[in-house]
Each structure stands twice: as C-alpha cells, then as structure tokens.
C-alpha cells in the first residue's frame, strides 16, 4: 500500500498518459527455458495461470480446487527457489512450521525435476570455472563458491544459481529497451521512455497515442528472443504511476 502511494506521486502531464509495460514472471519463464524443464514449459504454453498450476501439481487437486492460500505459498516458492529459499525462509512468508515447508519444497522439485537439476548443474559449473553465465555469455564470477566457510559458500551458491536466471531477464530487459528505443528515435511511436523497474518499463505518452504506442512497444518487448515458452507483456495506463489500469 506504500508502495503504491509513493507511485501517485508521479502524475503525467496534462494530456498525456503514464504507459507500464511489464515483463509477466519473465525469470520463471527464463528458468523453464534454461532448464529445458518439461513440466514447467508445458504449464507455461498452455496460457493458464502458473502459480494454480504449480498448486494443483504440489497439493495433487485439481486446478479449480486450489485456493487463495495454496496459490500464494505455491506463488513463494515458485520465485522463491531462484533465489535459494530454503524452509526456513518459505515457513516465515507462508506461516507454515518448518517441516511442512520442507515438504513442499521436496514436493516442489519432485514436480519440476529437471530444473532441480538444472541448479545442481550451474553449482556444479560454477566449482569447476569459477563462474557462471547469461544466454548471451555474461559471465558473473563466484570464487567463494569454493570457500571452507559454509555461510560464504552459501551465499556464493545461491549467486551461482540465480544469476544465469535473473541476469538473462535483465539482458532481455536491456535489450527491448534498445528496440523500444529505436522505435522512438525513428518517430515510429511517439513517446518518452521514463524509467526501468525491474521487468517494468514505464512511458509518457499524449492519451490519444496511448492504444498505438502500447501495441507496438508489446510487439517489440513479445518477440525480443525466442523462448521455448511464450514472452508476454502486460500493458496498463493511467494519470499517475500508482492508478494504473489495463489497456
């Protein structure tokens, strides 16, 4: 809520829009890719929502049998796992005990085994090179991953596994913005590129260009890279950053 009162502060001028283009969980998309995960790039190309998916696999129920609750905690882990949560941490966001976390998150890697192993490998890789990389080769070095301090090859582990997840959303990012950027010093779309969140790109545009500029800034964004699962862009707009609504 915070957070999005601090976004109203950031109003359009008269006559223009505030125009978000926002990457959906592209690094969850990134991760079926890279891992070559078939369970993952199957729920993902089907169009249905992710996180249902991942609930009904976990808690063995049917899709419209999964709640809020079971969502959200599937919705935790499915993130959290890039980043290297461990039970502890799963317990503290989803007010489960500890062993339950373990379990789901045993439970979670039964259903996607090959990403399981896909961090396993990017460990694996990082001991023997020292580093890890991008799709595009941007290598990121981990020499602490060979330390005999357990907290500090912990935390060089958990680098290990992200950063070839998480750095190639942010390549893919970096290079939409190129594109995106081009339409506008072409005057094919007339906008101005204000600031990069995260997976989010956030534009000014006058209201009437807003449906144009969104149509074409989604095709740019969509078709960046080929992926083994679909790249989708959610589009909102509105006066300030923080009343957005879709297109």
């Known amino acids: 809520d915070l957070g999005r009162?601090?976004?109203q502060a950031f109003i359009?001028?008269?006559?223009?829009?505030?125009?978000?283009?926002?990457?959906?969980?592209?690094?969850?998309?990134v991760a079926a890719h890279l891992s070559g995960d078939k369970a993952m790039i199957d729920a993902f190309c089907s169009g249905e929502d992710f996180h249902t998916i991942t609930a009904a696999l976990i808690f063995n129920k049917d899709k419209a049998d999964v709640t809020k609750a079971l969502r959200r905690s599937a919705k935790t882990i499915n993130f959290g796992v890039l980043y290297g949560m461990g039970s502890n941490a799963l317990a503290q966001?989803?007010?489960?005990?500890?062993?339950?976390?373990?379990?789901?998150?045993?439970?979670?890697?039964t259903v996607y085994k090959r990403l399981k192993e896909?961090?396993?490998?990017?460990?694996t890789m990082a001991r023997e090179k020292g580093y890890v990389e991008t799709l595009w080769g941007r290598r990121r070095y981990v020499p602490d991953i060979?330390?005999?301090?357990?907290q500090v090859r912990a935390e060089a582990e958990r680098a290990a596994t992200n950063h070839p997840i998480q750095g190639t959303a942010a390549d893919l990012m970096k290079l939409a913005m190129i594109e995106v950027d081009g339409l506008i010093q072409s005057g094919k779309i007339a906008a101005d590129m204000l600031i990069q969140v995260h997976d989010e790109l956030v534009?000014?545009?006058t209201a009437g260009h807003a449906a144009s500029v969104a149509k074409a800034v989604r095709e740019r964004?969509?078709?960046?890279?080929?992926?083994?699962?679909?790249?989708?862009?959610?589009?909102?707009?509105?006066e300030n950053w923080g009343e957005l609504k879709p297109l």
């Open 146 to 150: 060979v330390s005999g301090m357990p």
């Open 12 to 29: 359009a001028e008269k006559g223009n829009v505030l125009l978000s283009a926002d990457y959906s969980q592209i690094e969850l998309r």
């Open 118 to 123: 896909y961090l396993d490998e990017l460990k």
């Open 5 to 7: 009162r601090i976004r």
């Open 93 to 109: 966001q989803t007010g489960m005990n500890r062993m339950e976390a373990k379990e789901f998150i045993q439970r979670y890697f």
């Open 221 to 238: 964004m969509e078709k960046i890279e080929k992926l083994q699962v679909p790249i989708l862009v959610d589009v909102e707009v509105g």
């Open 203 to 205: 534009f000014e545009v």
